[in-house]
């Protein structure tokens, strides 16, 4: 079973390296733009332009990667942030969920937003729900139906004067067994 969507992963991965190559992109340009300039004239031009050159280069380049590592860093950040909200909100729903189940509330879970991730999750739960109310529905049946025997057996044993130690220790012995058919539907 595959919690997380797998295109929607890969979609999620191939905008984040799109935006890192733009970065890149972007960076590059613009240290293109900041060195680009034309040789005029003789020789001594020529050089005193390189020298300048030179100089630039590593002012230009050390800014770029400065600019380039701050967007890169905001990009993942950004990204990030976003996929950890597509499933830190269903985990959170879930817990809460958790919680009200704890303090007695058996209701559905109702279904996680669109675009979230862990879409399972509610379904899984529900039907987890769904058979422990059937389990519970079904051992009060069985504790109803034997607690209806046992009080037929008393007044039958009341009208014909037979209550005695024998006895309550047959009733007392059916409640046992009672108590063990409940015990063994939760394990």
């Given at each position: 079973?595959?919690?997380l ?7 999620f991965?191939?905008k ?14 613009g ?7 034309p040789?005029a ?6 050089v ?18 400065v600019?380039q590592?701050s967007?890169?860093i905001?990009l993942?950040f ?8 597509k499933?830190?909100?269903?985990l959170?729903?879930?817990k ?6 704890a303090?007695g ?7 996680l ?8 999750i509610p379904?899984?739960?529900n ?5 422990y109310?059937?389990k519970?529905?079904?051992t009060a ?6 607690i ?6 008393l ?6 004067g037979?209550i005695?130690?024998?006895r309550?220790?047959?009733?007392e ?7 063990a ?7």
């Amino acid at each position: 079973m595959q919690y997380l969507d797998p295109d929607y992963r890969k979609t999620f991965i191939f905008k984040v390296c799109a935006g890192g190559l733009l970065v890149i992109a972007a960076g590059g340009f613009g240290l293109f733009c900041y060195l680009d300039r034309p040789f005029a004239g003789g020789y001594l031009e020529a050089v005193s332009i390189l020298d300048e050159l030179r100089r630039d280069v590593f002012l230009g380049v050390l800014v770029a990667i400065v600019v380039q590592l701050s967007l890169f860093i905001l990009l993942v950040f950004g990204a990030s942030l976003f996929w950890t909200h597509k499933i830190a909100g269903p985990l959170h729903r879930f817990k809460s969920h958790c919680r009200w189940i704890a303090a007695g509330d058996l209701a559905p879970m109702a279904d996680l937003r669109s675009g979230d991730q862990l879409q399972q999750i509610p379904s899984l739960l529900n039907d987890g729900l769904a058979a422990y109310q059937e389990k519970a529905v079904q051992t009060a049946r069985k504790l109803r139906s034997a607690i209806d025997e046992l009080e037929t057996q008393l007044q039958s044993w009341q009208s014909k004067g037979m209550i005695g130690a024998d006895r309550l220790r047959q009733l007392e012995k059916r409640l046992q067994e009672m108590s063990a058919i409940n015990e063994q539907d939760y394990e």
